[in-house]
């Protein structure tokens, strides 16, 4: 059985930061793509960020390149998202999501819980 937990979500001040956690198992790590994926109330999900598991290869949504950093510890079956410089409009749930294709959040097969994350004054 695929499962994926995240942690790390939480409410921090503008330019703060947060590390996002998500422990993946079930399956081969190594040989599928994980992303990040958000969603804001009364908006579409989008890709923030993924990773190739097996290559380290990752990609951007453009609202976040620069602040955002996915990464991988292979050892832990762990992906995480660092996540700097936050602006209110990062505010959303974040979901971590594994078996699809880079930033498509339709393509994703599996789903974590979701974390919150906002992001005010």
């Known amino acids: 059985e695929v499962q994926l937990v995240e942690s790390g979500g939480g409410l921090v001040q503008p330019g703060g930061s947060l590390r996002l956690s998500c422990a993946a198992s079930?399956?081969?790590?190594?040989?599928?793509?994980i992303g990040w994926v958000r969603q804001a109330p009364g908006k579409e999900r989008e890709g923030v960020a993924a990773?190739?598991?097996?290559?380290?290869?990752?990609y951007y949504n453009d609202s976040v390149k620069g602040r955002f950093t996915i990464s991988q510890d292979y050892a832990k079956n762990t992906v995480y998202l660092q996540m700097n410089s936050l602006e209110p409009e990062d505010t959303a749930s974040y979901y971590c999501?594994?078996?699809?294709?880079?930033?498509?959040?339709?393509?994703?097969?599996?789903w974590g819980q979701g974390t919150q994350v906002t992001v005010s004054s």
């Open positions: 999501a594994a078996q699809g294709y880079r930033l498509n959040p339709n393509s994703y097969l599996y």
């Open positions: 079930g399956f081969r790590f190594g040989t599928h793509y």
């Open positions: 990773i190739y598991t097996g290559s380290d290869n990752t």
